[in-house]
C-alpha cells in the first residue's frame, strides 16, 4: 500500500522534474491505472474499518489488486475457523465488482464446497437490488464475507443446497457437518 503510493508520488515528481520530454510509449507503459489510485485510498480506509475477526493479507504489497481476507468467526456454527478468501480486483473496478473465491472447504448454504460465494454484492445485477454499485467499496465487501458467518447467512436462497436442505431438515446434523468440516479443512 505504502509502496504504491511513494511510487505514486515518485513518478509525478519525476514528470515534473523532467526537462526532456517522455516519449508517449514509455509514459503509457508506466501510467497507474485508475483502479490502483482508487485502491491506495481503499485499502488504506479497509484496513482501518475491517471487523475484528478479520484480517487482510497481501502478499505483493505493489499489487494491491490482489490479496487474501483471512475470517475467524468468533460466534455461530463456524466459531473457531479459520477461512481463507481469495480477492482479485479487476481493471474495470470500481464499474465491476472485486472476483472473490473461497480457498477453505466448508459446509455453508451460500458457499459451495468449490469455493463460490453466493452475495449480492459481489454480483454486478442482483435480483434484490442490493449488487454491485461503483460506490461499493473493499470494505463493504470484507463487512460481506464476514456476515456470511452471521447475520447474513441465508437458508431460504442457497448456492449449496444440499446444506440448506440438511439444516431444514435436522439442525443438529446440520451442525454436526459444520464442525466436522471446520476440524478438517479451516482448524485455527
Known sequence: MITLTKRLKKEAESRNNSSTPVKHENHASKRISIRDKLLVKEVQEMEQTIPSTCRVKFENPDALHEFSVIIQPDEGFWKNGKFLFHVVINEDYNISP??????????????SEEGEICLSLLRQNSIDGLGWAPTRKLKDVVWGLNSLFTDLLNFEDPLNIEA????RKDR???E?????????FAKR
Open 98 to 111: 472485486p472476483t472473490v473465491k473461497c480457498l477453505t472447504k466448508l459446509w455453508h448454504p451460500n458457499i
Open 176 to 184: 454436526i457437518k459444520v464442525r466436522e468440516y471446520v476440524n478438517q
Open 172 to 174: 443438529s446434523s446440520f
Open 164 to 167: 440448506a436442505e440438511h439444516y
